[in-house]
């Protein structure tokens, strides 16, 4: 990471890319760590009302997951911030892992809150809609529990025969730019 200018050793050879980094993170900070608080406000204030809705598991498990952002997110920043300055290789190896497990499990985490926003809008557009059949399309608590927990693996194993096929057609075509247009890397 040390490089030779003039015969002297630059200890911190990007330090506009540093700044710029350092910056982004500190204005976005801002209303991250703003906003956090009036959530936890408003989620502890309707809890009780919460628990009687059918989707109480959903609005649970947002709130943990959020709760739980919350406290990774700033960990992601520290981690990457002393891998990007850090000297030392072996810590900067445990950091990489470190930073790679983090990612992957956000990664997952991100695509279940996805598949859950868009179950949740699906199901209240058809009671708005199909109002007698309600008692068809309610799920109640104890399914909304299932539906989260049965997610994650089926999220993980999705990422997984993707990323197997992936790599089996990265072996079958040479050209990378078509599979990187494919699979988004």
Known sequence: MDDKIGGTTQILPDVPGILLVSASLGLLSVPFLLVFPFYLLIYLENREK???LPTYPIISHFFKTICFFYVVAPILCVTFLLGYLGNVSSIGSILSLMFSFTIAFLFIFVQVQHVLVCFLSIQRF???FLPDKENILEMGQKGMGRLIKILYPVVFLFNII???LYLCF???Y????VLGKIYMV
């Open 50 to 52: 919460d628990k009687k």
């Open 126 to 128: 058809l009671l708005y």
């Open 162 to 164: 993707t990323l197997v």
């Open 170 to 172: 990265l072996s079958i």
């Open 174 to 177: 040479e050209d990378d730019e």
